[in-house]
């Protein structure tokens, strides 16, 4: 969530001093075309509140091979339908939502901070999230046991959903490593 993303962004700075922050995560699309894995960078991060930073890093665009360049939001809850998806996108003109870049990007900014918000497409706006994704994820984004056992029982079908869930974050998550490997080196490379 956007406070302990504050507060963890704020420690990392304060004991370890980096030039630059990666905020690096999941995101789900809000524009039709964008599929499980594409890789989004932020050039700028708003919220549903008004706010709104600008980031000065210049990359490559490349649609047609999962790289989106562009302006990412900060919801304050998993945004789960695509009806949702939808209403936000046409709302902000944004690629992705996710629930913390902003609150990492402030930081940064205050203490003068290199920032990048680089994040892969965990769910396109094809099909909703199951319902249970909500409960089965805790305040800190930890999976809650009790919860998904509970949403088994009651709807035994969500677990091929959950399953399918799973693989899409397993499959997003391996790119994403791939895509940073590239970028760590890059922003070593500049420093040294």
Not at 36 to 41: A, K, L, Q, S, T
């Amino acid at each position: 969530g956007f406070a302990r993303a504050r507060a963890a962004t704020q420690a990392l700075i304060d004991a370890h001093s980096p030039p630059w922050v990666l905020s690096i995560g999941f995101s789900g699309a809000l524009q039709s075309g964008m599929r499980v894995g594409d890789i989004v960078v932020a050039t700028t991060i708003c919220d549903l509140h008004g706010q709104e930073l600008t980031n000065d890093v210049h990359f490559p665009e490349d649609p047609e091979n999962g790289l989106y360049v562009g302006r990412i939001l900060n919801a304050d809850e998993i945004v789960r339908t695509v009806e949702e998806k939808q209403k936000l996108a046409a709302e902000y003109d944004a690629l992705a939502v996710d629930l913390e870049s902003l609150a990492v990007a402030q930081v940064c900014h205050a203490q003068q901070r290199g920032f990048m918000a680089i994040r892969v497409i965990s769910d396109d706006c094809s099909t909703d999230l199951p319902k249970e994704v909500l409960s089965i994820l805790g305040e800190t984004g930890a999976v809650r046991a009790g919860a998904a056992l509970g949403a088994v029982f009651k709807r035994p079908e969500s677990i091929k959903e959950m399953w399918k869930m799973r693989g899409d974050a397993s499959r997003a998550a391996t790119r994403l490593a791939s895509f940073l490997e590239g970028v760590v080196v890059q922003l070593y490379d500049a420093r040294h």
